[in-house]
């Protein structure tokens, strides 16, 4: 079984400071992890993945993410927030389930960056 | 482009009427999925399919049918939609060695 786990439903950040969103997973095997962003009125874009190649993933926009097995956690971070990061953001777990292959999302983290 | 395109991107409905959402995809993906986004509830898996003809319910299955005739096409159905199933819906595809899905942009449905 897998699992997700987004710590915070809502995080509210000043322009130009460091975003910090928390995920949490639980899996029975080697994951693959990902950060989906959904912003208002839009369908999902992938911000980053990570595959069991370097743990400190890049991904777009400035974001990054370090996976920590020991802590089974997978948080996004950027140095500086930007107006346009407003969204909300999607820990996913992917691993074989039944054969096939299947994502399970977080319930999702809102980010508001206020002026 | 390399996309996965869901139709129609808005639909309203009455309870009961039979509707179809269909996703079509230009990857030559094997894998593909549904699903459904709720508020406070993140996406939520209804069916997924391996191959064409090889089908399996997700987590909220109840209420919808699809098929896998064409290997491009995984066409969502609602027999008899009921108010509960207003929701966002995204279709998704894969392949075995890339663990991530493409998602299309979405279909917002409200059934009344």
């Known amino acids: 079984a897998q699992s997700v786990t987004q710590l915070d439903s809502h995080v509210s950040v000043s322009e130009g400071t460091p975003v910090l969103l928390r995920c949490n997973y639980s899996?029975?095997?080697?994951?693959?992890l990902f950060w989906y962003v959904q912003h208002p009125n839009k369908g999902l874009q992938l911000l980053l993945k990570?595959?069991?190649?370097?743990?400190l993933v890049k991904g777009i926009n400035g974001f990054e993410a370090e996976f920590k097995k020991s802590e089974t956690s997978f948080h996004l971070t950027k140095p500086s927030a930007h107006m346009s990061d407003a969204a909300e953001y999607f820990c996913?777990?992917?691993?074989?389930?039944?054969?096939?292959?299947?994502?399970?999302f977080g319930t999702g983290t809102q980010l508001k960056v206020e002026l | 482009e390399a996309q996965v395109t869901q139709n129609p991107r808005y639909l309203i409905t009455v309870t009961g009427k039979k509707l179809t959402v269909t996703c079509s995809q230009n990857?030559?993906?094997?894998?593909m999925s549904w699903y459904r986004q709720d508020p406070g509830l993140g996406l939520r898996q209804i069916y997924y399919?391996?191959?064409?003809?090889?089908?399996d319910k997700g987590d909220v299955p109840e209420g919808y049918k699809v098929s896998r005739k064409e290997k491009r096409n995984f066409p969502l159905i609602l027999e008899s939609p009921s108010p509960n199933q207003t929701s966002l819906y995204f279709c998704?595809?894969?392949?075995?060695?890339?663990?991530?899905?493409?998602f299309g942009s979405g279909t917002r449905l409200t059934v009344v």
């Open positions: 998704a595809s894969s392949t075995p060695g890339e663990r991530g899905y493409t």
């Open positions: 899996s029975s095997y080697s994951p693959s």
């Open positions: 990570y595959t069991s190649a370097a743990t």
């Open positions: 996913v777990v992917s691993g074989l389930v039944g054969g096939g292959n299947k994502l399970t």
């Open positions: 990857m030559n993906h094997e894998y």
């Open positions: 399919s391996m191959n064409v003809e090889v089908t």
